[in-house]
């Protein structure tokens, strides 16, 4: 009887301490998951302030000219990391953003570093160093979204986009600056009346003010449905002549001065763009003096989409450098883009190139590149 008590005991003591042990566990565990539930709800919150995200494109280039001569190149276009964000989301819809987007394809190279801050819809203000508020290729389309491989040779000229611009300033379409914006009538998640007002160094990016004065740049943009956008812009201020004189004689034709050191110049224009999911079409007229050079140009594009991975689109744009004189050129263009997977684009383009009692050779190119994303 004594051992069978002694037993029981034992059993009870035994079953005690495991159900303790277990009691215990269950709460250190239940604690872990609480803590790991904290840290989660605090990671929602960080996470749209830290936003990371880059793309790398590469590809092949291949030109022939009629008179024989011939490119063949290989070739890094862009390598770009950004780290972005929402900083602060008020009740009433204030924010406000940040971004940095550093290019690595040949020297490290800040292309956007900007704040911004927004307490209404109808007004905010950006200031660092972003994309003009000139032309809506320019600005609404990134290397990541645009059609064709090469952006229009018009926006590329007059707009900073390339090294080809008439004022020799190579900024993929940005300044440093201050602007304001905002956007009224608001419908459907988009304001129907947007504007854009700023005033920037003129200098291209990473660069200080080179002259006496500020550029100063505006766009006005009427949306009147989700897929539909009217745009008109205005850019002007004074660009260094030194470098360009000897380049474009017709920008000092009223100058008797040939040292002159500061020309004035303006861009102005405007376009339509319309893109739903099955189509998508874009125009846009920029006209503009540089000194005494009167310039224009005019591109239209249109093309179609398919199963949500593979556009294709045609394109005319016609290019006056110099409305004095009898030369312009005009480039007919055909691409292709195909996207397999989320984070791969593969594009194609063929271009005409055909310069009118300019001197040049007309040229055939053609591109490939591939865009990968992370």
Not at 8 to 37: G, H, M, N, P, W
Not at 159 to 172: A, E, F, H, K, P
Not at 303 to 310: I, V
């Amino acid at each position: 009887m004594k051992r069978f008590l002694l037993y029981i005991f034992s059993l009870c003591a035994f079953y005690t301490a495991f159900a303790q042990s277990a009691v215990t566990e269950d709460a250190t565990l239940q604690e872990r998951v609480s803590k790991l539930e904290q840290r989660s709800a605090v990671w929602d919150k960080l996470k749209p302030a830290f936003k990371f995200s880059g793309y790398i494109q590469g590809g092949y280039d291949y030109l022939w000219n009629e008179d024989g001569t011939t490119t063949s190149t290989f070739h890094l276009r862009r390598a770009r990391m950004s780290l972005q964000g929402d900083i602060y989301k008020g009740q009433k819809g204030a924010k406000a953003s940040y971004r940095i987007q550093i290019d690595l394809c040949k020297e490290l190279s800040i292309m956007d570093l900007w704040v911004k801050y927004q307490p209404v819809n109808q007004f905010g203000a950006q200031v660092g160093q972003f994309k003009v508020p000139i032309s809506i290729e320019n600005t609404d389309y990134n290397a990541t979204q645009l059609e064709f491989i090469t952006y229009a040779n018009t926006v590329q000229r007059l707009v900073r986009m390339s090294s080809s611009d008439l004022q020799g300033i190579n900024s993929s379409g940005r300044d440093i600056g201050l602007q304001l914006y905002g956007g009224f009538i608001k419908k459907d998640g988009f304001s129907i009346i947007n504007y854009e007002l700023g005033v920037f160094n003129g200098a291209g990016i990473n660069n200080k003010d080179n002259n006496k004065s500020k550029d100063i740049a505006g766009r006005l943009t009427i949306q009147p449905m989700k897929d539909l956008k009217i745009a008109g812009y205005y850019m002007g201020g004074q660009t260094n002549a030194s470098s360009l004189v000897e380049k474009y004689p017709g920008m000092l034709v009223n100058h008797p001065d040939a040292n002159v050191t500061y020309l004035g110049y303006c861009r102005y224009g405007g376009g339509v763009d319309y893109e739903n999911k099955y189509i998508f079409a874009r125009s846009e007229y920029i006209a503009g003096k540089t000194g005494d050079l009167n310039t224009e140009g005019v591109y239209a594009l249109v093309g179609a989409k398919f199963l949500g991975k593979c556009t294709v689109g045609v394109r005319c744009d016609y290019f006056d450098e110099d409305k004095n004189s009898v030369g312009n050129q005009i480039s007919y263009s055909a691409a292709i883009s195909y996207r397999p997977w989320k984070y791969l684009r593969l594009q194609a383009e063929y271009t005409l190139q055909q310069y009118r009692q300019m001197g040049k050779p007309n040229a055939n190119c053609i591109y490939f590149m591939a865009t990968a994303l992370f």
